[in-house]
């Protein structure tokens, strides 16, 4: 699967943002999701996951209440919407895809067997 990343910009603390993650090849509901994010001199950080019917969903506590992962499988397109930004928020945005069906250890980027290109936010205080 290629996944392609787009939505981020330059926005305001406080201000909302949606991004999405546009999925060709193999089909998209065959795939569990995830968001991960990147600032600079830091770790892959785990942001949220959701399963493959968008029934189930998991977040990273430093977002948990602000963002919001879904997925249109009929469109292929997976989306986080990330309310009351904060200058530390501020990072490069991926998405993920896991094809497998093992269960736990969803916070490691090793789970997540494709990648996008990464989409920049800034979140200016």
């Known amino acids: 699967v290629q996944l392609q990343a787009s939505g981020g910009g330059l926005v305001q603390a406080g201000d909302s943002l949606r991004l999405s993650c546009a999925a060709s090849?193999?089909?998209?509901?065959?795939?569990?999701m995830g968001w991960f994010r990147q600032a600079p001199g830091k770790e892959r950080e785990f942001v949220a996951r959701i399963n493959r019917s968008g029934g189930a969903t998991y977040y990273g506590d430093s977002v948990k209440g602000r963002f919001t992962i879904s997925r249109d499988n009929a469109k292929s397109t997976l989306y986080l919407q990330m309310s009351s930004l904060k200058p530390e928020d501020t990072a490069v945005y991926y998405c993920a895809a896991d094809p497998t069906y093992i269960s736990g250890n969803y916070h490691s980027p090793g789970r997540y067997a494709y990648w996008g290109q990464g989409t920049q936010v800034t979140v200016s205080s």
């Open positions: 090849g193999r089909t998209f509901s065959t795939y569990a």
